[in-house]
């Protein structure tokens, strides 16, 4: 069976300063990766995905994701993050058949003081 | 851009009460999805609905029911409601397919008392 593991429920930072989220996977067969964002008083909305090809993915917004199938992980990253960023962030997986299905790790909250 | 619609925000129940959530896509999507999201635990699939009149269990499906008379339309039940159902409860729309993006509604905030 599939999961995701979300390694930190919550990374404060300074603004400007960089960040990783970190997470982790595990299946037995080739999987598809997402990352969502979810801002205060807000619905979910897709930040970035890796289905195949390069494993680095990046968003519109400064953030990028490397898949690295070896250590079973796709953490996101961001060289220097705004107040803007102050979110919620879910990995998540899907074995990219049937009815789009995905299963979600816990969260990270992200807090970019100033 | 896809609009999906939750029929309110914040709902307040008492135990034993019979629940509706109401959720709608304006995009024509044959996809749609009730997740229940809680601290620390994330997003957890409830039921998910690929066509009219078609559903299929999630994870956690027990204790809720899941209604799709219209493409548009996809109610969450609680058929007796209780206080281990108090949560935020999401619900999504994607196309058909693999690996297409879910739209998010803003959630519904349900309390049972």
Redesign the interface.
């Given at each position: 069976a599939q999961s995701v593991t979300q390694l930190d429920s919550q990374v404060p930072v300074f603004e400007e300063a960089p960040v990783e989220l970190r997470c982790n996977y595990s299946s037995s067969v080739s999987v598809y990766l997402f990352w969502y964002v979810q801002y205060p008083n807000q619905g979910l909305q897709l930040l970035l995905k890796y289905l195949s090809g390069s494993t680095l993915v990046e968003s519109i917004n400064g953030f990028e994701a490397e898949f690295n199938k070896s250590q079973t992980s796709f953490h996101l990253r961001k060289p220097s993050v705004h107040i803007s960023d102050t979110a919620e962030y879910f990995c998540a997986v899907s074995e990219g058949k049937g009815y789009n299905k995905l299963i979600f790790g816990a969260g990270t909250r992200l807090a970019v003081h100033p | 851009d896809v609009k999906?619609t939750q029929s309110s925000r914040y709902l307040v129940k008492r135990t034993g009460e019979k629940v509706f959530l109401e959720c709608v896509q304006d995009m024509d999507h044959e996809?749609m999805f009730w997740?229940r999201q809680d601290p620390?635990?994330?997003?957890?699939?409830i039921y998910?609905s690929?066509d009219v009149k078609m559903k299929?269990k999630?994870d956690i499906p027990e204790g809720y029911s899941v209604s799709r008379e219209k493409k548009e339309r996809f109610s969450l039940i609680l058929e007796s409601a209780s206080t281990n159902q108090t949560s935020m409860y999401?619900c999504?729309s994607?196309r058909?397919?693999?690996?297409?993006?879910?739209?998010?509604?803003?959630?519904t905030q349900l309390s049972v008392l």
């Open positions: - | 999906v996809n997740y620390g635990l994330g997003l957890r699939l998910f690929y299929e999630g999401l999504a994607s058909s397919g693999p690996n297409e993006k879910l739209f998010f509604g803003s959630g």
